[in-house]
Protein backbone atom coordinates (compact mmCIF):
# COMPACT_ATOMS: atom_id res chain seq x y z
CA UNK A 1 0.00 0.00 0.00
CA UNK A 2 1.11 3.39 -0.61
CA UNK A 3 1.80 6.07 1.92
CA UNK A 4 -1.45 6.94 3.20
CA UNK A 5 -3.24 10.18 3.04
CA UNK A 6 -3.28 12.84 6.36
CA UNK A 7 -6.62 13.52 8.05
CA UNK A 8 -6.97 15.54 10.62
CA UNK A 9 -9.51 13.60 12.66
CA UNK A 10 -9.11 13.24 16.17
CA UNK A 11 -9.99 9.94 18.29
CA UNK A 12 -8.75 8.20 21.31
CA UNK A 13 -6.57 5.17 20.69
CA UNK A 14 -7.10 1.81 23.57
CA UNK A 15 -4.60 -0.33 21.18
CA UNK A 16 -1.89 -1.85 23.05
CA UNK A 17 0.28 -0.67 21.01
CA UNK A 18 0.60 3.45 20.26
CA UNK A 19 1.13 4.97 16.76
CA UNK A 20 4.84 5.93 17.84
CA UNK A 21 5.52 2.33 18.91
CA UNK A 22 3.81 1.20 16.10
CA UNK A 23 5.90 4.10 13.77
CA UNK A 24 9.32 3.04 15.25
CA UNK A 25 9.41 -0.20 14.20
CA UNK A 26 7.64 0.35 10.95
CA UNK A 27 11.07 3.09 10.55
CA UNK A 28 13.20 -0.19 11.44
CA UNK A 29 11.38 -2.43 9.03
CA UNK A 30 10.53 -0.20 5.88
CA UNK A 31 13.15 2.55 3.32
CA UNK A 32 10.64 1.58 0.43
CA UNK A 33 8.12 2.17 0.50
CA UNK A 34 8.64 4.73 3.35
CA UNK A 35 7.96 4.55 6.65
CA UNK A 36 4.52 5.74 8.42
CA UNK A 37 4.59 8.25 10.60
CA UNK A 38 2.84 8.16 14.36
CA UNK A 39 0.30 10.77 12.81
CA UNK A 40 -0.35 8.39 9.89
CA UNK A 41 -0.85 5.69 11.95
CA UNK A 42 -3.49 7.74 14.30
CA UNK A 43 -4.80 8.73 11.86
CA UNK A 44 -5.22 5.02 10.16
CA UNK A 45 -6.24 3.53 13.28
CA UNK A 46 -9.14 6.09 14.20
CA UNK A 47 -10.77 4.45 11.35
CA UNK A 48 -13.62 2.00 11.99
CA UNK A 49 -12.71 -0.13 8.91
CA UNK A 50 -9.21 -0.18 9.84
CA UNK A 51 -7.69 -3.21 12.62
CA UNK A 52 -4.59 -3.56 14.48
CA UNK A 53 -3.53 -6.90 14.99
CA UNK A 54 -0.58 -7.53 17.41
CA UNK A 55 2.46 -10.00 18.99
CA UNK A 56 5.10 -8.81 21.74
CA UNK A 57 7.68 -8.81 18.36
CA UNK A 58 5.53 -7.06 15.49
CA UNK A 59 2.15 -5.94 14.60
CA UNK A 60 0.13 -5.87 11.23
CA UNK A 61 -2.81 -3.56 10.20
CA UNK A 62 -5.51 -4.46 7.59
CA UNK A 63 -8.55 -2.53 6.55
CA UNK A 64 -12.20 -4.72 5.79
CA UNK A 65 -14.42 -3.21 3.22
CA UNK A 66 -17.73 -4.63 1.46
CA UNK A 67 -16.25 -8.37 1.71
CA UNK A 68 -13.36 -8.15 1.23
CA UNK A 69 -9.69 -7.29 3.58
CA UNK A 70 -6.71 -5.44 3.00
CA UNK A 71 -3.01 -6.04 4.24
CA UNK A 72 -1.91 -2.27 4.49
CA UNK A 73 1.16 -3.37 6.28
CA UNK A 74 3.11 -5.69 8.56
CA UNK A 75 6.42 -5.74 10.54
CA UNK A 76 8.04 -7.82 12.92
CA UNK A 77 11.25 -6.44 15.14
CA UNK A 78 14.64 -7.15 13.38
CA UNK A 79 15.90 -9.65 16.00
CA UNK A 80 12.40 -11.49 16.31
CA UNK A 81 12.39 -12.47 12.46
CA UNK A 82 12.42 -15.55 11.48
CA UNK A 83 11.07 -17.21 14.58
CA UNK A 84 7.16 -17.71 12.83
CA UNK A 85 6.08 -13.77 14.10
CA UNK A 86 5.05 -13.20 10.93
CA UNK A 87 2.93 -16.13 10.10
CA UNK A 88 1.22 -15.59 13.80
CA UNK A 89 0.24 -12.28 12.39
CA UNK A 90 -0.87 -13.19 9.31
CA UNK A 91 -3.35 -15.89 11.04
CA UNK A 92 -4.69 -13.08 13.23
CA UNK A 93 -4.83 -10.42 10.57
CA UNK A 94 -7.39 -13.17 8.50
CA UNK A 95 -8.93 -13.94 11.42
CA UNK A 96 -9.66 -10.47 12.20
CA UNK A 97 -10.85 -9.99 8.78
CA UNK A 98 -13.24 -13.18 8.55
CA UNK A 99 -14.84 -11.68 11.58
CA UNK A 100 -15.24 -8.73 9.87
CA UNK A 101 -17.00 -10.81 7.70
CA UNK A 102 -14.61 -10.76 4.60
CA UNK A 103 -14.15 -13.36 2.20
CA UNK A 104 -11.30 -12.62 0.48
CA UNK A 105 -8.20 -10.88 1.25
CA UNK A 106 -5.57 -9.19 -0.88
CA UNK A 107 -2.07 -7.65 -0.37
CA UNK A 108 0.86 -5.46 -2.21
CA UNK A 109 4.36 -6.44 -2.19
CA UNK A 110 7.43 -4.89 -3.51
CA UNK A 111 8.67 -7.30 -6.28
CA UNK A 112 12.08 -7.59 -4.33
CA UNK A 113 10.91 -8.09 -0.83
CA UNK A 114 12.35 -12.08 -0.74
CA UNK A 115 11.16 -12.65 2.91
CA UNK A 116 7.31 -10.91 2.57
CA UNK A 117 6.61 -12.72 -0.80
CA UNK A 118 8.09 -16.08 0.59
CA UNK A 119 5.33 -15.45 4.22
CA UNK A 120 2.61 -14.72 1.82
CA UNK A 121 2.90 -17.94 -0.56
CA UNK A 122 3.60 -19.64 2.59
CA UNK A 123 -0.05 -18.74 3.47
CA UNK A 124 -1.90 -19.51 0.69
CA UNK A 125 -1.59 -16.18 -1.49
CA UNK A 126 -1.37 -16.19 -4.94
CA UNK A 127 -0.31 -13.57 -7.64
CA UNK A 128 -3.06 -12.45 -9.01
CA UNK A 129 -1.54 -8.81 -10.69
CA UNK A 130 1.05 -6.48 -11.22
CA UNK A 131 1.02 -2.87 -10.22
CA UNK A 132 4.22 -0.81 -12.51
CA UNK A 133 6.33 1.31 -10.66
CA UNK A 134 4.06 1.00 -7.46
CA UNK A 135 6.74 2.28 -5.52
CA UNK A 136 10.17 4.25 -5.40
CA UNK A 137 13.08 3.83 -3.19
CA UNK A 138 14.71 6.39 -1.54
CA UNK A 139 17.35 6.15 -4.14
CA UNK A 140 14.84 6.88 -6.86
CA UNK A 141 14.68 3.18 -7.85
CA UNK A 142 10.96 2.42 -9.32
CA UNK A 143 10.03 -0.88 -8.43
CA UNK A 144 6.93 -2.80 -9.33
CA UNK A 145 4.18 -4.40 -6.74
CA UNK A 146 2.94 -7.56 -7.07
CA UNK A 147 -0.69 -8.10 -5.81
CA UNK A 148 -1.37 -11.29 -3.86
CA UNK A 149 -4.79 -12.42 -3.44
CA UNK A 150 -6.60 -15.21 -1.09
CA UNK A 151 -10.01 -16.82 -0.68
CA UNK A 152 -10.60 -16.76 3.37
CA UNK A 153 -13.08 -18.37 5.76
CA UNK A 154 -14.73 -20.72 2.80
C1 LIG B 1 8.18 -9.99 6.17
C2 LIG B 1 8.26 -10.16 7.69
C3 LIG B 1 7.00 -9.56 8.33
C4 LIG B 1 8.34 -11.66 8.03
O1 LIG B 1 8.26 -11.79 9.44
P1 LIG B 1 8.96 -13.05 10.19
O2 LIG B 1 8.52 -13.00 11.61
O3 LIG B 1 10.41 -13.06 9.93
O4 LIG B 1 8.26 -14.25 9.43
P2 LIG B 1 8.20 -15.77 9.93
O5 LIG B 1 9.31 -16.06 10.88
O6 LIG B 1 6.81 -16.06 10.38
O7 LIG B 1 8.50 -16.56 8.58
C5 LIG B 1 7.47 -17.19 7.84
C6 LIG B 1 8.01 -17.56 6.48
O8 LIG B 1 8.31 -16.37 5.73
C7 LIG B 1 9.44 -16.61 4.89
N1 LIG B 1 10.55 -15.74 5.28
C8 LIG B 1 10.62 -14.92 6.36
N2 LIG B 1 11.77 -14.25 6.34
C9 LIG B 1 12.45 -14.63 5.25
C10 LIG B 1 13.69 -14.27 4.68
N3 LIG B 1 14.50 -13.37 5.27
N4 LIG B 1 14.06 -14.85 3.52
C11 LIG B 1 13.26 -15.75 2.91
N5 LIG B 1 12.06 -16.15 3.40
C12 LIG B 1 11.67 -15.58 4.55
C13 LIG B 1 9.83 -18.06 5.10
O9 LIG B 1 9.10 -18.82 4.16
C14 LIG B 1 9.32 -18.30 6.50
O10 LIG B 1 9.08 -19.65 6.78
P3 LIG B 1 10.29 -20.58 7.35
O11 LIG B 1 10.98 -19.80 8.42
O12 LIG B 1 9.57 -21.79 7.86
O13 LIG B 1 11.17 -20.84 6.17
C15 LIG B 1 9.54 -9.49 8.26
O14 LIG B 1 10.66 -9.91 7.51
C16 LIG B 1 9.51 -7.96 8.25
O15 LIG B 1 9.02 -7.32 9.18
N6 LIG B 1 10.07 -7.37 7.18
C17 LIG B 1 10.14 -5.89 7.07
C18 LIG B 1 8.78 -5.30 6.80
C19 LIG B 1 8.18 -5.85 5.52
O16 LIG B 1 8.85 -6.02 4.51
N7 LIG B 1 6.85 -6.11 5.57
C20 LIG B 1 6.13 -6.63 4.42
C21 LIG B 1 5.69 -5.52 3.55
S1 LIG B 1 4.71 -6.07 2.18
Not at 22 to 34: D, Y
Not at 128 to 139: I, V
Request: aromatic share 8%; proline share 5%; charged share 20%.
Amino acid sequence: MPPPQRTRRRCSLTSLKTPQALAALHARSFTSPRPWSADEFASLLCQKLVFLVTVPSGFALGRAIAGEAELLTIAVAPNARRMGAGRTLMDLFENEAIARESTESFLEVAEDNLAALSLYRGVGYRESGLRRGYYRSQSGTILDAQVFRKTIGA
